[in-house]
């Protein structure tokens, strides 16, 4: 039977306050409206983004809530009015909207649409009503797009169609981190070719950031991070160095002075931390990128034209991010997910 017009139940995983894991619920998912899409989700990842949805720290959020904007699913149905997406269609939810229509959509220098969290809620549906229920109450989304439950509803300026054969368990990293670190070494940075990068902290992101710098050419790219870890991943993404602060007497920024001769050319700050934000500008001489800051505007890409674009360009073997997955897990362990991404094993 056709469920076009009738309410899903689904797995979700629900925030119901501040401080509080998350918890696994049967909620229900009304049909879309006017210019809204529903969507099945196959898979998601966990970003530092959602972990700060848990602990209370994102301006503006309201509770209950479903988090999760890295994901990937198919169309399950549209709502009146839609064109840019089918039922059956491989789609990436979008964190950032692009509506096309207002000032900054319309401006080719700028891509923070203005339906974006940063100008207006996206706690509700543009109507000011929420597509979720759980036990009688209603749910609030998170960034439009909630990929934390099993099916999901977004407006039609939040999502974006992908190539059919794209693997949906990897390109979900297209949806924010791998996007977001790449993004800022091409378009916020613009790195050139033979320069000289510092990545600070090789999480998803800042390894994401290695892969950018190297597809611009850069002739050195010196990854830093107190885990060394992640120094075996950073080198089969492009780092030519990596280096522990820890493992030094002297500050980084000194011992970045004393590698380079003269400083780096760009240097990306991806931890969030006010001290590491320093030792990424002490050496410097062109370009620093704090992430931290950044990432949430999503470098320089204006999305529902550009992710169809990245996701293309891996299928085409340009760049590989697929080993900035490091763990996949059931939905119901969601949790542990965040277990691993606080300790630092992700």
Not at 130 to 151: D, M, N, P, V
Request: with cysteine; aromatic share 8%.
């Amino acid at each position: 039977a056709s469920t076009a017009l009738s309410v899903i139940k689904c797995k979700a995983a629900v925030a119901w306050e501040v401080d509080k894991p998350l918890s696994i619920e049967e909620v229900e998912v009304a049909p879309p409206k006017a210019h809204e899409v529903r969507v099945k989700i196959v898979a998601t990842g966990i970003c530092g983004t959602d972990d700060h949805v848990l602990k209370g720290s994102i301006p503006n959020i309201d509770y209950p809530i479903i988090p999760g904007h890295e994901g990937a699913g198919i169309v399950e149905s549209i709502g009146e009015g839609v064109t840019c997406v089918k039922p059956g269609d491989k789609v990436i939810p979008l964190c950032l909207p692009q509506c096309g229509e207002c000032s900054f959509c319309l401006n080719p220098d700028t891509n923070c649409c203005l339906k974006t969290h940063l100008h207006e809620s996206q706690n509700l549906m543009p109507d000011k009503t929420s597509r979720f229920t759980c036990k009688g109450k209603a749910i609030h989304h998170f960034l439009w797009i909630s990929t934390f439950s099993e099916y999901t509803v977004m407006p039609d300026s939040a999502i974006a169609r992908i190539d059919d054969d794209a693997p949906l368990d990897k390109v979900c990293l297209f949806g924010c981190g791998f996007s977001t670190g790449y993004g800022a070494a091409i378009n916020t940075a613009k790195v050139k070719p033979g320069s000289t990068c510092a990545i600070f902290g090789l999480g998803g992101v800042g390894l994401s950031v290695v892969v950018g710098c190297k597809s611009a050419g850069a002739s050195r790219i010196i990854g830093i991070d107190i885990n060394k870890d992640k120094f075996t991943k950073a080198r089969e993404l492009g780092a030519t160095e990596c280096i522990n602060p820890q493992d030094f007497k002297k500050p980084i920024q000194e011992v970045l002075l004393e590698m380079t001769g003269h400083g780096v050319d760009y240097s990306f700050e991806v931890v969030g931390h006010t001290d590491t934000m320093f030792h990424s500008i002490y050496p410097l001489t062109l370009c620093c990128c704090l992430l931290d800051y950044s990432s949430y505007v999503f470098p320089g890409w204006k999305t529902k034209d550009s992710i169809p674009k990245l996701v293309s360009g891996y299928m085409e073997k340009k760049f590989n991010p697929d080993v900035l997955i490091t763990h996949t897990l059931p939905f119901d362990k969601i949790n542990e997910g965040f277990e691993l991404l606080q300790s630092g094993k992700r």
